[in-house]
């Protein structure tokens, strides 16, 4: 049983890596011919049974972080109880708020910066519960908590191929927040003088939605857009056509899906050196890696000299999602073969 970040919906085109890569899962565990149960928001998409729990309205403040993680505890209490499961695998930063009792094993993988899951989240008393780290980067900061081997992320680099002309124009797509750093990609675009697509979406937290308003909208205009969420085939669509798609993250990021979609399509990554973005552009092969804005301007215009074939190439080598799915796979049946 998968159990999903309570706030965001589950779909192959959510902002969320978390979501996505829980989508991909779902997919595969069913190919595989095995029982899939979800437990996810209302209106999310998956292959197997979806159990939906409501969505959240107004400002997600603590009030509705409380009832969220109140009605998750309720709903996986009542899958275990009420059906056969083997494991739970649970993608929620806040997992711990709705952490079944003992009993069936339960997987955490780790989504995002570990400091972000609070100093007590690996030390947990209750047995017969792993994480997965999702990058080298961010496993070598576990420092000894019991985790399984390391499974990256991956994304469905076939699906992701199109043959499309390149246009004349940067994209950054994910959530829109602070430590996302859109506006920095803002700056650099109007410095390299190329138009720049922004496309994500603004989640209702008070911290994203000042963001966007006082930080980010100011810098729309001519020369740079904001489209708002985008699905799977805009998305491809949008990152085969553009010189180079741009992660101007302030944060170590634990792994970036969209660069990795990027590489997928063709298109050279120009990032921030920082976290696992180091680790998934090579420099100066399939992108660059950069310190400051005025590096970030000219890496997206020496962007026009990396080849697409080449970041198709590295790919498909290294980021395959069918790789992934069967690496969880495999790691599921070797914890439930564990004593508890």
Not at 4 to 14: H, I, L, M, Q, T
Not at 217 to 233: H, Q, S, T
Not at 250 to 268: D, F, H, I, Q, R
């Amino acid at each position: 049983m998968s159990v999903a970040y309570p706030f965001a919906p589950v779909r192959a085109g959510s902002a969320g890596g978390a979501e996505q890569v829980l989508h991909m899962l779902d997919a595969a565990i069913v190919r595989a011919g095995n029982r899939s149960i979800v437990i996810a928001q209302e209106g999310s998409e998956v292959e197997g049974e979806l159990i939906a729990m409501p969505s959240p309205t107004g400002v997600i403040d603590e009030k509705a972080r409380r009832r969220a993680h109140s009605a998750f505890k309720a709903a996986i209490g009542k899958a275990l109880k009420g059906q056969a499961i083997d494991i739970v695998h649970m993608h929620g930063l806040d997992f711990r708020s709705y952490l079944p009792e003992p009993g069936v094993p339960v997987l955490v993988t780790l989504h995002l910066p570990l400091e972000w899951y609070g100093k007590d989240a690996f030390s947990l008393l209750r047995p017969g519960t792993y994480f997965n780290c999702v990058s080298g980067s961010q496993r070598r900061a576990m420092h000894g908590f019991e985790s399984i081997p390391l499974i990256e992320n991956g994304v469905p680099v076939e699906r992701l191929r199109l043959k499309a002309a390149k246009r004349s124009f940067a994209i950054s797509i994910g959530r829109v927040c602070p430590e996302k750093g859109f506006h920095i990609a803002a700056d650099a675009a109007r410095e390299a003088d190329i138009p720049l697509i922004i496309a994500g979406e603004v989640y209702p937290y008070p911290e994203h939605e000042r963001y966007f308003r006082e930080v980010l909208a100011p810098k729309l205009g001519k020369g740079c857009r904001f489209i708002g969420p985008v699905g799977f085939e805009r998305k491809r669509r949008l990152l085969s056509a553009a010189r180079c798609l741009i992660v101007p993250s302030l944060v170590p990021e634990t792994s970036s899906l969209v660069a990795m979609e990027a590489l997928a399509c063709g298109t050279p990554v120009v990032a921030n050196s920082i976290g696992a973005l180091e680790e998934i552009i090579e420099h100066g092969r399939t992108g660059f890696l950069v310190k400051n804005t005025d590096d970030m301007a000219k890496a997206i215009n020496d962007a026009k000299g990396i080849s697409p074939e080449v970041c198709m190439a590295e790919a498909r080598k290294r980021f395959s999602s069918a790789v992934m799915a069967a690496k969880y796979i495999e790691a599921y049946k070797k914890i439930c073969m564990r004593k508890p």
